[in-house]
């Protein structure tokens, strides 16, 4: 009987996620197309004017990927063209975390909540990332 309950807790604990040969997660209710809109307080940068502290794009999440796609603009804080980048990923308690290449850290973003359609991120201590699918 405890090894039936055993097997039923690891399998409960298994289902929605991937995870890589580190045992880095991947939750497979992140993977798909999500809306991404970045946004940082124009307070954030006195002495800056005539900018656009808005940007939109798409973060594409696959089992071992991550594309993430900025459309900026002539004037916006972030990007001022269309960008596309793709990296790995993995979440860990509360943070996002991108990688370049294997053993080279790309960003890193905390989770500052998360619900079925709504993640809330946050790099460094003012620029907020909203994906929603």
């Not at 991937?18 to 045992?23: A, L, P, V, Y």
């Not at 269309?82 to 979440?91: A, E, G, R």
Request: aromatic share 12%; charged share 20%.
């Amino acid at each position: 009987m405890k090894k039936l309950q055993l097997i039923v807790l690891v399998l409960a604990f298994s289902c929605g996620t991937n995870s890589d040969e580190k045992g880095n997660m991947r939750p497979l209710e992140w993977q798909g197309t999500w809306v991404a809109e970045w946004e940082t307080p124009p307070e954030s940068y006195p002495g800056i004017e005539d900018m656009e502290f808005y940007m939109e794009g798409r973060f594409v999440f696959t089992e071992d990927s991550l594309t993430k796609i900025v459309y900026g603009y002539p004037g916006c804080i972030f990007a001022v063209d269309t960008l596309s980048h793709t990296q790995s990923w993995y979440v860990s308690n509360d943070t996002l975390f991108l990688i370049n290449e294997p053993e080279n850290p790309g960003m890193t973003y905390r989770v500052a909540s998360k619900s079925e359609n709504r993640i809330q991120l946050q790099l460094m201590d003012d620029i907020f990332v909203t994906l929603s699918k």
